[in-house]
């Protein structure tokens, strides 16, 4: 099959809409037909070249969703008509990881780039066209049938994109990965896509305060219509001084959904005894911040990483849908602005300008 989707020939230029071949499902693949696709931060660092070692020319997107369009030998689960919603984290079946229900941190995960096994479903002049996960650009993909997960067919499709990466993160990063219980109070920094996710996670744990904190007020705004009880704008006001006002002696669980070093190191600081602090943002490849053991050990807090929101998609993408369509969860609102496909380029200066709650590329 040919299709035209943008491909990222070299970091900070322009993607180009170019036609490529597109190989048929193998075993245990399947062909999605995209609806649409979320522009995603992680992709942005491949697109400005801020994370290095992304082979190129490569079709990006890691969030998104579709109708299965044809299946290889091998399926399961899937026909063609099923509604599904990708994920980046396709189960391996096999390692412990996946056993214990967290696909995220498959040992067999394929090289960036690449499919299992080490060979690209995208070719353009006899050249392999590289995949950014499962390349959710491409308005045809293949992935693991693993990779694809159901949703009934009621759930409006386009807005359902969302959930693949930015709503599963946050929800995920407050409910699993800081298990932070009701009543117990957490600051959310960066409130964007993943942030406000994570505000909403917050809100279904009974969490207060809910405090948001960002350098732009616009996003402070957008944290309240999701549920933040506070906000905070660290360039206006002292942020050690305001969460210590709010909570006494710290908050419970700090959530660092922007690849900010300053903020991780911020969040610490303001972190209660026996807080957590979950990091979810990624920052530039190489970049570190500085923690002091003392902070640490004296006062049992505790910092953790979060990939996916510690989730497994299988279980955790159906659970969102109901979320949404029992009124508990808002994804419609996430989406300021609807893109078409080749005006990529436009979503993601958009988004690097923090314009966006999240830009959807619908197809
Ligand atoms: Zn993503
Ligand atoms: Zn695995």
Excluded at 135 to 141: C, K, L, N
Aim: hydrophobic letters at 40%; charged letters at 20%; glycine letters at 12%.
């Amino acid at each position: 099959m040919l299709i035209t989707a943008p491909v990222l020939l070299k970091p900070n230029e322009r993607m180009q809409m170019m036609e490529i071949e597109l190989d048929e499902p193998g075993f245990g693949e399947v062909r999605v037909k995209m609806v649409a696709t979320g522009v995603c931060h992680s992709c942005l660092h491949a697109y400005d070249g801020s994370h290095t070692g992304i082979p190129m020319p490569i079709v990006l997107g890691d969030e998104g969703s579709g109708i299965v369009d044809a299946v290889g030998e091998g399926c399961n689960n899937l026909k063609p008509g099923d509604h599904v919603i990708i994920s980046w984290a396709p189960d391996c079946g096999a390692c412990k990881y996946c056993a214990l229900g967290f696909p995220s941190l498959c040992l067999n995960t394929p090289p960036i780039g690449k499919m299992a096994g080490g060979t690209t479903r995208f070719h353009h002049q006899g050249q392999d066209v590289y995949h950014y996960g499962p390349a959710t650009y491409g308005p045809y993909i293949i992935v693991p049938e693993a990779g694809a997960v159901w949703v009934r067919p009621d759930f409006p499709l386009e807005v359902a994109a969302l959930i693949g990466c930015s709503v599963t993160t946050g929800f995920g990063a407050v409910v699993n990965s800081a298990a932070l219980r009701a009543g117990q109070s957490v600051a959310i920094f960066g409130c964007g896509g993943v942030g406000l996710n994570a505000v909403q996670g917050a809100v279904a744990t009974g969490a207060y305060p809910i405090i948001g904190v960002d350098v732009l007020d616009s996003k402070l705004e957008l944290a309240r219509e999701f549920g933040a009880t506070h906000t905070i704008n660290p360039t206006k006001q002292d942020l050690f001084e305001e969460v210590m006002r709010l909570t006494g002696h710290g908050v419970d669980a700090t959530i660092i959904a922007v690849g900010a070093t300053n903020a991780m190191k911020q969040g610490l600081d303001i972190l209660a005894k026996q807080g957590v602090e979950v990091v979810l943002g990624l920052p530039g490849t190489g970049q570190t911040f500085p923690v002091d053991p003392a902070l640490l050990m004296s006062g049992e807090r505790r910092i953790v990483g979060s990939r996916y929101g510690s989730s497994n998609p299988m279980v955790e993408f159906p659970k969102m849908v109901e979320l949404a369509m029992a009124g508990k969860l808002k994804i419609e609102e996430l989406v300021t602005k609807r893109y078409d496909l080749d005006e990529a380029d436009e979503a993601f200066r958009a988004l690097a300008a923090g314009e966006q709650a999240r830009g959807l590329i619908v197809f």
